[in-house]
């Protein structure tokens, strides 16, 4: 690999326990472990993955004022979620766009649920954008709102799984009060002492779970001690894109980019109705013109057989007509099969319609699925 890749906190760790370290997004990161692609996978289904983010970018928006109206408007501006109407500890995914509509990003913002913190937004970008990322929010924001930028402090973890909650809870039990999509402050106990760190139940991978900011060193004891738990393993990337895949959810670069609007890319959810009046927010004439006149959608796709369908597969219709191109593709070990997503022209999209995937020049039919392949298995309350 190369000698200028970057390393999260935890590189030692990941060569410790025998990962195969590749160049992901600048830095060098365990694509697996030893148990392999499919068994770590498979485990994080059944019980708890460890996942290290911790190349992922951390930054808080805060006011010179104090106040969250003055951030939340100012951050309104760039994106097409409602920050605003956000109460503390409430997480939202959204997306920064261009003034086309196009997506620069996606990202996961929260407001702070800490006395005398909670006017801060704090955010989490992609690691292969998060440097545009912020020169984009340094130039956008308004004076008297400012960008800190925490990547040289902080490591970001996700504990993914049907186990995930009840292990980390044993650190501290109110972890178990959050619900999907709310985050916290928690001193955990460790045996050899507390740490503080930031909890969000959330993730990427379609189960329940959560992502977990701490200082480097608080870290590097936190995981030491996950990966001591029983029912929790170390997994790479590659599985980490199995399962967010199997879920339905976009990667940015492959599914989601600067030419995609979220109307297209199914994202409708994330923009609140007030926000869909094509006004207020960079690109967010796009939005309202895709809402009005559709003209292609992401879509999940099933191939039949066993040969999956890569990223920039041609997608055809029966009578042999270009109707788009798989995104992202690849083995489902979950579904037991090959599962892609892809983009296709309105009106091929409606689930059922039966379509070719022209892999190796040869046609293999698929149909299209409603998303996920494998149902979400979020934790929104009792």
């Known amino acids: 690999m190369a000698d200028d890749l970057k390393q999260t906190a935890l590189h030692d760790l990941h060569v410790d326990l025998g990962a195969k370290m590749v160049p992901f997004a600048g830095y060098a990161m365990p694509v ?12 994080t289904r ?32 760039l994106v097409p979620a409602a920050i605003a109407d956000m109460e503390p500890g409430q997480q939202r995914y959204t997306q920064l ?23 801060m937004l704090y955010l989490v970008v992609n ?38 909650v009840e292990i980390i809870s044993r650190l501290n039990p109110d972890i178990t009060k959050l619900v999907f999509m709310t985050h ?56 980490r894109d199995s399962l967010r895949l199997e879920a339905g959810l976009c990667l940015y670069g492959n599914d989601i980019d600067t030419t995609t609007s979220p109307i297209e890319a199914g994202l409708i959810w994330s923009v609140q109705k007030h926000r869909r009046t094509g006004e207020g927010y960079k690109g967010a004439a796009r939005i309202a013109q895709d809402l009005a006149v559709k003209t292609r959608r992401l879509v999940g796709l099933k191939p039949e057989g066993r040969a999956p369908a890569r990223a920039h597969t041609e997608i055809q219709d029966m009578n042999g007509k270009s109707i788009g191109e798989v995104t992202s593709g690849g083995f489902g070990p979950s579904v037991g099969g090959p599962v892609a997503m892809g983009y296709v022209d ?6 059922g319609t039966t379509v070719n995937l022209m892999i190796r020049g040869k046609a293999n039919p698929a149909k299209i699925v409603k998303l996920p392949f494998v149902p979400n298995n979020y934790f929104r309350g009792e």
């Open 32 to 43: 697996q472990y030893p148990m392999g692609v499919l068994k770590e996978h498979l485990h």
């Open 46 to 77: 059944a019980a708890a993955g460890l996942f290290d983010v911790g190349h992922m970018g951390q930054c808080f928006i805060a006011a010179e004022d104090g106040t969250f109206e003055t951030a939340a408007q100012a951050l309104e501006t």
């Open 97 to 119: 766009l261009n003034d086309e509509g196009g997506i620069l990003d996606d990202l996961m913002v929260s407001r702070i649920d800490m006395a005398g913190h909670d006017h």
């Open 127 to 164: 690691a292969g954008c998060k440097t545009s990322d912020f020169a984009h929010l340094e130039a956008h924001l308004p004076d008297g709102v400012s960008l800190s930028i925490k990547d040289d402090m902080l490591s970001l973890v996700a504990l993914q799984g049907p186990m995930a």
């Open 184 to 239: 916290g402050e928690f001193e955990l106990q460790l045996e050899d002492g507390p740490l503080y760190a930031h909890i969000s139940r959330s993730g990427y991978t379609g189960e329940d779970g959560v992502e977990i900011s701490a200082k480097h060193d608080d870290m590097k004891r936190l995981v030491g001690h996950l990966l001591s738990q029983d029912g929790v393993e170390p997994i790479g990337l590659g599985a």
């Open 346 to 351: 309105i009106p091929h999209n409606k689930a």
